[in-house]
């Protein structure tokens, strides 16, 4: 079946720091891939997206390339800051069935 | 998040007791889907629904079952609550289920059973 497999945190960083959450999966067929945050006592928002092999999702200083050839989907940031601590999680859809399959979350703590 | 909420935000229940936990959402959505978040397994999926009276079950569906009388109403029911149950329960809605982007999470019920 489908699975998400992401890095173990949680991850702190101090603010400006360069962030690197490495994502892979498994699925059959073509899956979309997410980054979902969930921000301290919120339900999950979603952060970007790619839908196909080399797309590139981006928002609020995030960006995460789909790579068919690795099954990779990780997520970047040039410069964190302090409102970016929350929990994060990669997901597909669309792999073996059409419901969302989450990886189990990295926790990501920015100090001023 | 606007359009879908979850009832209560918080509940405390005993071991061996019922516990209903309720998603309502105002968007007339199709699909409404319920998930239990544990620290080190991420999100997993309960049940989920496809329409009124048709339901399917998740990933970790023992123990739980569901009801949807109305499009806008969907129920999660612990028959008999656990401590394995203590958990924080996300409802989730979209519109059609290949619809890649369009799932919409409520805040989420936080169940403590003691």
């Known amino acids: 079946g489908d699975s998400v497999t992401q890095m173990e945190g949680p991850v702190t960083l101090s603010e400006e720091a360069f962030l690197t959450i490495n994502c892979t999966y498994t699925a059959t067929g073509y899956p979309s891939l997410f980054w979902y945050v969930q921000y301290p006592g919120e339900g999950l928002q979603l952060l970007l997206k790619a839908t196909k092999a080399d797309d590139k999702g981006s928002n609020k200083g995030f960006e995460a390339t789909y790579r068919k050839e690795t099954t990779s989907f990780h997520l970047e940031k040039g410069s964190v800051q302090v409102s970016d601590s929350a929990v994060y999680f990669c997901?597909?859809?669309?792999?073996?069935?059409?419901?969302?399959?989450f990886g189990k979350g990295t926790l990501l703590t920015v100090n001023p | 998040d606007a359009g879908i909420t979850q009832s209560p935000r918080h509940k405390v229940t005993e071991t061996g007791t019922p516990v209903t936990l309720r998603c309502h959402q105002t968007e007339n959505h199709r699909y409404m889907y319920w998930y239990r978040q544990d620290p080190g397994h991420g999100l997993r999926l309960i049940h989920y629904?496809?329409?009124?009276?048709?339901?399917d079950k998740g990933e970790v569906s023992d123990g739980y079952s569901v009801s949807r009388s109305k499009t806008e109403d969907f129920l999660l029911t612990l028959e008999s609550a656990t401590s394995s149950q203590t958990s924080v329960y996300f409802c989730?809605?979209?519109?059609?289920?290949?619809?890649?982007?369009?799932?919409?999470f409520g805040s989420g019920t936080r169940l403590t059973v003691v």
């Open positions: 997901a597909l859809h669309g792999g073996s069935n059409y419901k969302l399959t």
């Open positions: 989730a809605i979209t519109t059609r289920r290949d619809r890649v982007d369009g799932y919409t």
């Open positions: 629904s496809y329409g009124v009276k048709d339901t």
